[in-house]
């Protein structure tokens, strides 16, 4: 198994029991028997143990090999060898008294430098060792023509309608005067309306006497009325 991948499923094991701590050192410039160098913490000996268990499972899973699992009786420092990478799970005391860091702690990898590389590395395997998937006629001509088909077409441009202009108002129709409506108002009024009667005088009648002259023109007048007396 490639060292990158292998360093990821370890790392992958050791999140996956919330290990606490994790370094992992390059150790080709300074042995030949392993390339990678895994420090953990457990907070319990059942701890350690489930993160040994994790490791070892997660590796035989992705058809890793482990060689050899030592201290599981303790629960202290318990080491998986996994051939090219030794891990070593610790309880927090254990770790600070031995201080491996100082013996391995020369060239530290960078965890996340180290699960993208592994992950970028898989997936171009994947990709190569993938066949490609055969594709018949009619699949190919249909996908050209949905290529032509999402073209963006060219949009026809539409002639602008004209505004339509307001019918003018034919020439019988005129507008009333002024006089018409003041003469259709008063014929509207209602007939009932009529003239109050005037008021009478209040007061009492004083008689004058007439004059001599119209007294005199009243005798003429009624002389000339009074009839002849026929002769014999």
């Given at each position: 198994?490639?060292?990158?991948?292998?360093?990821?499923?370890?790392?992958?094991?050791?999140?996956?029991?919330?290990?606490?701590?994790?370094?992992?050192?390059?150790?080709?410039?300074?042995?030949?028997?392993?390339?990678?160098?895994?420090?953990?913490?457990?907070?319990?000996?059942?701890?350690?143990k489930?993160?040994?268990?994790?490791?070892?499972?997660?590796?035989?899973?992705?058809?890793g090999?482990?060689?050899?699992?030592?201290?599981?009786?303790?629960?202290?420092?318990?080491?998986?060898?996994?051939?090219?990478?030794?891990?070593?799970?610790?309880?927090?005391?254990?770790?600070?008294?031995?201080?491996?860091?100082?013996?391995?702690?020369?060239?530290?990898?960078?965890?996340?430098?180290?699960?993208?590389?592994?992950?970028?590395?898989?997936?171009?395997?994947?990709?190569?060792?993938?066949?490609?998937?055969?594709?018949?006629?009619?699949?190919?001509?249909?996908?050209?023509?949905?290529?032509?088909?999402?073209?963006?077409?060219?949009?026809?441009?539409?002639?602008?309608?004209?505004?339509a202009?307001?019918?003018?108002?034919?020439?019988?129709?005129?507008?009333?005067?002024?006089?018409?409506?003041?003469?259709?108002?008063?014929?509207?009024?209602?007939?009932?309306?009529?003239?109050?009667?005037?008021?009478?005088?209040?007061?009492?009648?004083?008689?004058?006497?007439?004059?001599?002259?119209?007294?005199?023109?009243?005798?003429?007048?009624?002389?000339?009325?009074?009839?002849?007396?026929?002769?014999?």
């Amino acid at each position: 198994m490639d060292i990158k991948k292998l360093q990821t499923l370890v790392v992958d094991a050791l999140e996956d029991v919330k290990a606490q701590e994790i370094r992992i050192y390059d150790t080709t410039h300074l042995t030949s028997l392993f390339d990678r160098v895994a420090i953990a913490s457990g907070t319990s000996n059942r701890q350690t143990k489930a993160l040994a268990a994790s490791v070892r499972d997660k590796v035989k899973s992705k058809g890793g090999n482990v060689l050899s699992i030592e201290g599981e009786q303790t629960g202290e420092w318990v080491l998986v060898d996994l051939g090219d990478m030794i891990v070593h799970i610790m309880q927090p005391a254990i770790r600070a008294y031995y201080r491996l860091e100082e013996i391995w702690g020369e060239k530290e990898v960078k965890l996340g430098a180290a699960k993208r590389t592994a992950s970028s590395t898989a997936a171009k395997q994947a990709e190569a060792d993938a066949p490609a998937p055969k594709r018949s006629r009619h699949l190919t001509v249909n996908a050209s023509q949905a290529v032509d088909d999402d073209e963006p077409k060219k949009a026809v441009r539409k002639p602008r309608a004209k505004p339509a202009t307001p019918a003018a108002p034919p020439a019988s129709k005129k507008k009333p005067t002024a006089s018409k409506i003041i003469s259709d108002k008063a014929t509207a009024a209602p007939a009932a309306k009529k003239k109050a009667p005037p008021k009478k005088a209040v007061g009492k009648t004083v008689k004058v006497a007439a004059t001599k002259t119209a007294t005199a023109s009243k005798k003429a007048a009624a002389a000339k009325r009074a009839p002849r007396a026929k002769t014999a």
